[in-house]
């Protein structure tokens, strides 16, 4: 099943950050990026602070199974732990953002960040869906560090991004 990208039609991404530009005052620093299938398991993974493997399997165990058992007319934000967490199920694929709790957050803006990387994904692989996240893992994580670097989001423009993954593989082939 693939994606859909577009929940409301009209939608414009209100993102639209220079390049360079580090965390909007609206913006807390990203503490971690999920993307997790409704079976629990883990298709992408990065952390911009730093976890054992221990304590990553155990946020993650808890984390997903936190989320996927809320219901779809719950409000999408969470407090676990230290951390805020905002998440979004698009067909399989919940995509799950984690920010410190003592920092002031802008959870609607981060769950059009979420919006956007979706987006971003889908424009690149021609209606995304799970399968595209593992057989192209290392394409989703150059889509991803080029959006975010060191847990801000620097960059939400779809074309910018994605033209350093058609440079690399033009000049790859």
């Known amino acids: 099943r693939r994606l859909n990208t577009h929940p409301h039609p ?5 993102l639209q950050l220079l390049p360079g530009l580090c965390c909007l ?15 629990g398991q883990t298709r992408l993974a990065q952390y911009y602070d730093y976890l054992t493997v ?13 989320c996927l058992s809320r219901s779809e007319s719950q409000c999408s934000f969470v407090e676990y732990r230290q951390y805020r967490v905002v998440y979004r ?11 410190s709790i003592d ?3 802008n959870e609607l803006a981060l769950l ?13 692989f021609e209606n995304v869906c799970e ?3 593992m057989f192209n893992l290392e394409k989703a ?9 060191d847990g801000c989001i620097v960059d939400t423009n779809k074309m910018a991004v994605l033209s350093s993954l058609y440079l690399l593989e033009k000049h790859s082939s």
């Open 10 to 14: 009209g939608h414009l991404s209100k």
């Open 25 to 39: 005052v609206d913006f807390a620093m990203i503490k971690f990026i999920l993307m997790v299938n409704k079976q």
């Open 54 to 66: 221990r304590e990553r399997v155990t946020l993650e165990g808890e984390l997903i199974r936190k």
């Open 89 to 99: 199920r698009y067909a399989s694929l919940y995509f799950i953002v984690g920010t």
């Open 103 to 105: 920092e002031d957050c």
């Open 112 to 124: 059009e960040f979420i919006h956007t990387l979706v987006e971003t994904l889908d424009k690149y």
């Open 131 to 133: 399968l595209d996240i």
């Open 141 to 149: 994580h150059i889509i991803l560090d080029e959006m975010v670097q």
